[in-house]
């Protein structure tokens, strides 16, 4: 499948640097261009930086994965790009990513970076992003839209809700079988906070223990 990475900052060339290693099923990645209005150069890391608009002209029905790590300027770009006809990319798992095949489930748009476990019994919603070295246990729900960024540790019994954004370094303890701890939708966890019970829906929180902000 032609991929078109919507977002050419570092993220987004990081993604680039390993897609063509990665496949889903059958599928194969070769990356055709970045999208970006406001990239500072019109090829980055030899691959070509186009609008929304020549992307679509030029690779029309090709998948698109959206790059940025802010969870709802993610939605907003991957909205933008399907409804110009581009369609969500299968998930794109590092080589690396260690999980087991039968019992993790992932869903379109969802990126995994290197170096990332994940166990048994989790399912990565839609356009969930898991950046680097992160750990995720079982019986956890990542929602559509969260953003695991690098090294976060979420244990067993943990749902992440839709469009959280958990900062680099952060830990969840775990919750319990039927009644998981929740970071709840929107919520923001700080770089290096350790989240030891329920986080509400759009609340920042930082520290260990982790507090509202
Ligand atoms: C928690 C966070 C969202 C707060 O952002 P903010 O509201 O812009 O906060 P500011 O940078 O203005 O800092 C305000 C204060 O909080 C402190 N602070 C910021 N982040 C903190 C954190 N993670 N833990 C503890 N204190 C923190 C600052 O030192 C500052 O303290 P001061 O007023 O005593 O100087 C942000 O700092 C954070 O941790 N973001 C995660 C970033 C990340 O992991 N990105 C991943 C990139 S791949």
């Not at 090829?43 to 790590?69: C, M």
């Not at 990542?142 to 979420?154: M, Q, R």
């Not at 830990?171 to 986080?199: E, I, K, S, W």
């Amino acid at each position: 499948m032609q991929l078109l990475i919507f977002g050419a900052g570092g993220f987004g060339r990081e993604v680039a640097s390993w897609v063509a290693r990665a496949s889903w099923r059958d599928e194969r990645f070769e990356v055709a261009g970045f999208i970006d209005d406001n990239a500072p150069a019109a090829v980055l890391n030899g691959h070509r930086v186009l609008t929304l608009e020549q992307a679509v002209d030029r690779y029309p029905g090709a998948g698109v994965v959206a790059t940025v790590g802010d969870p709802h300027l993610r939605e907003r770009l991957v909205e933008k790009a399907l409804a110009a006809g581009l369609v969500a990319t299968p998930p794109l798992v590092h080589p690396s990513v260690e999980y087991d095949h039968e019992y993790v489930t992932f869903e379109e748009g969802v990126v995994v970076c290197a170096g990332s476990i994940l166990t048994v019994n989790i399912v990565v919603e839609r356009h969930a992003q898991i950046n680097l070295d992160c750990t995720v246990g079982h019986d956890a729900v990542i929602g559509a839209f969260a953003t695991l960024s690098p090294g976060v540790h979420i244990s067993g019994n943990v749902t992440v809700a839709a469009h959280a954004f958990i900062g680099t370094g952060a830990v969840t303890v775990n919750g319990h079988p039927g009644q998981p701890l929740v970071v709840g939708a929107g919520a923001v966890v700080g770089a290096g906070a350790v989240v030891t019970r329920d986080v509400a829906a759009g609340v920042t929180v930082t520290g260990v223990p982790a507090r509202a902000r």
